[in-house]
């Protein structure tokens, strides 16, 4: 059989530009700060950086609205420093993987400037234009096309009062759908993709790729769905998430952009709601649509019926999750493996405990637990520091779209504010959009300005340049992991087997390859466990990577101890 891809043996890292490192004082990230920080990258040893958005925007997203695909936005730098950035990655073995962001553009893209310009201009059907609700008059509410509620709250269209008709957004109104039916605008997403990768750049992370196909009639209609509890609106999913065409779509882009080229790139296609099922067609590479997926499982497993409505999670939970898809992609395919993003809570906040007393221990051991997967994990900035959530107190501290929408539609509904707080505090994306924490001054090294969201106080004592120089880190166990992926080919490509499923506690499993097993158990928590009586095999195996320095009895399991084991 053919080597197996290089991206088999990756670490990714992402980087969040806006919060990464200023480099002009005005408190924003940009890419020169990331040029000062390429050795940090290298040091890590990560094979790929993933880049978010740093394209010209109105920055209604930060930067997940589009308003110019070609360029770089002058917040963020200049082409010229990104060809420099590139150059500088790529001298030291380190791809760059860009923010594709082709379901939406911006509402200040010159394609819906056309397209909004009036209803017979050539790019009307660029976007998704659709007459009020049959009956009703524009502008009343309900009179909506469709009853689908955003992804950032209130309806998903938007009136144009010149026109009388309503677009479609399925996030801020600031981010109008595409039309993927038209052919136009698939072949210009298309020829953008391709002048990026003749620029040098290693691969896409595509924004929302499953949500390009949208289930229309053959008269043009979209349908409402199911009534949502407490809004007046419903949840439209089944007409958006891997809609009837989107193979179709992905196998064309594959054709059209990637062909002849694909063995030195990196394609991941973010997923929310996609299935084992699903994810297996989308990435088995017979059928040539994209190299991995990000599934949203695992990170939807501590709510109930939106993240705005936070619960504990249960281990067996997310051991039977995660095993289903180790199991379920493992002839076919291949997983993506991370714990948080620029969207997600903080992993040692939310799956560890960012108490004093474990912090570092339930960082590490998360990250052990990850990286010993089989699939490409994927580091966020701050994570190999064990960054934490941040202490937000009142609304004015958020600076999400989708936080603070969410508050004024809860609120506006009845909701107490101190509640809705609550779940802010745990579940906002701007927990993970605090600046990296370089060092111990004030800004933490981040800004000599003042940083757009203030830095984490915790900074003074969790920092990169304090775990540089400790062997006993986060980051210094970042390293280790990465290292143990290049250097074991079991790491990589082993089997995955699952242990002790419906353990409370103890998250074990599997490696094996041509004979050779590693054994990798975690302690999610502050008990101590018998490892010798539930696991006896482990009785004299070596200890190849642990995440507690001192050494205790290896017929024990310490609170948050993860250990790998070669099995003789
Ligand atoms: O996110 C898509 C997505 O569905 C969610 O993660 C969403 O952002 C939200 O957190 C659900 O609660 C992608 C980007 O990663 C995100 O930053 C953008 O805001 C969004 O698409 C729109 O482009």
Known sequence: ????????????????????????????????????????????????????????????DNGY?????????????SLAQLDQLIAALHERGVKLVMDLVVNHTSDQHPWFEESRASRTSPKRDWYWWRPPRAGMTAGQPGAEPTNWHSYFSGPTWQLDEASGEYYL???AREQPDLNWEN?????????????????????????????????????????DGPALPGLPYGDGTASFLCGPRIHEFLQEMHREVFAGRSDRLLTVGEMPGVTVEQARLFTDPARAEVDMVFQFEHVGLDFDESKWRPRPLRMRDLKASLGRWQAGLADVGWNSLYWDNHDQPRAVSRFGDDSPRYRRDSATCLATLLHLHRGTPYVYQGEELGMANAPFDRIDDFRDVESLNHFAQAVAHGEDPETVLVALRRMSRDNARTPVQWDASPSAGFTTG?????????STEWNAEAQRADPASVFAHHKRLIALRHADPVVALGDFGMLLPDHDELYAFTRSLDGATLLVVCNLGASTHPLGELLPETAGAELVLGNLTDDGDPAVLRPWEARVLRLA
């Open 1 to 60: 059989p053919a080597d197996p891809p290089w991206w088999t043996r990756a670490v990714v890292y992402q980087v969040y530009p806006r919060s990464f490192q200023d480099s002009d004082g005005d408190g924003i990230g940009d890419l020169g700060g990331i040029l000062q920080r390429v050795d940090h990258l290298a040091d890590l040893g990560v094979d790929v950086v993933w880049l978010s958005p740093i394209y010209p925007s109105p920055q209604a």
């Open 65 to 77: 609205d589009i308003s110019d695909y070609t360029d770089v936005d002058p917040l963020f730098g």
């Open 169 to 171: 957004h399925l996030f």
């Open 183 to 223: 052919p136009e605008v698939r072949q210009a997403v298309y020829a953008m993709m391709r002048g990026w990768l003749d620029r040098g750049v290693d691969g896409f992370r595509m924004d929302v790729i499953n949500m390009i196909s949208k289930d229309v009639a053959p008269d043009g209609s979209l349908r």
């Open 450 to 458: 003042t940083p757009w969201i203030p830095v984490n106080p915790d």
